[in-house]
């Protein structure tokens, strides 16, 4: 018997062409990493546009706060008046309104 000094090839393990194998098992990482930066994408712009609604949703509860005190004050004047004296005042104040009789007297404002 003569021993020859090739390789013998054991059974059921073919020798794969060099860098083919390899391309092949990237694959999926590359599919992997390329969700995974898009994901990383949407999640960034969905933070920047629920900070935007948060800041929108502070101003308009602000503004919501507001235009409850003025329908507050708004209620609160018109519950007073209902009230004659109340009434007599404002147009005292307001309108210069004198009684019969009465002498309306005027104090000049400070100029500055």
Known sequence: MHVSSAKQVKPGKQSKPAGKGNRL?????????CALSWGGVNFWNQTDRLHDREQKVSALEQKLAEVQQINDDTKREIARLNDKEYIEQKLRKDYGYVKPGETLFFHPKAQK
Not at 25 to 33: A, H, Q, S, T
């Open 25 to 33: 098992m990237r694959l999926p990482y590359l599919v992997i990493i």
